[in-house]
């Protein structure tokens, strides 16, 4: 997330009201979306995790429902949630790229370690 801490990262969550406007709003303007709380999924997304582009005269156009929108080559879209127990059905699985940052407790006890090697030994950074 560091590379795009000096653009606009527009948050939003499918029980949003904004929630569409928003997407399309990211989706023209190339802003960084964060979808959150993303136990239940919005099949409104479909076209875009599927990259169901076309170009028409050198535009790039993917479409929402009924209507079609500029998509700009910077945008990029980021679905997370706090629940670590939810399990995505498989068809979402196979178009997304998964990152858990659930902290288990041998995952705590490495940290920590580190932590005092690091700072009994500051020679081993």
Do not use: H, W
Not at 17 to 37: C, I, M, T, W
Not at 66 to 72: A, F, G, M, P, R
Not at 110 to 115: A, F, G, K, V
Request: glycine share 4%.
């Amino acid at each position: 997330m560091n590379e795009y801490k000096d653009r606009k990262i527009t948050r939003t969550s499918f029980l949003d009201d904004a929630f569409r406007k928003n997407l399309e709003s990211a989706l023209r303007f190339g802003n960084p979306l964060l979808v959150q709380d993303v136990e239940s999924y919005d099949p409104v997304l479909n076209p875009v995790l599927n990259r169901e582009v076309r170009r028409t005269g050198g535009r790039v156009l993917i479409t929402l429902g009924d209507q079609d929108i500029d998509l700009s080559p910077s945008f990029v879209i980021f679905l997370s949630t706090r629940d670590p127990t939810v399990e995505f059905p498989p068809d979402l699985c196979s178009r997304v790229t998964f990152v858990n940052f659930t902290v288990t407790r041998s995952s705590l006890q490495s940290q920590c370690l580190n932590e005092k090697n690091l700072f009994s030994k500051p020679s081993m950074k």
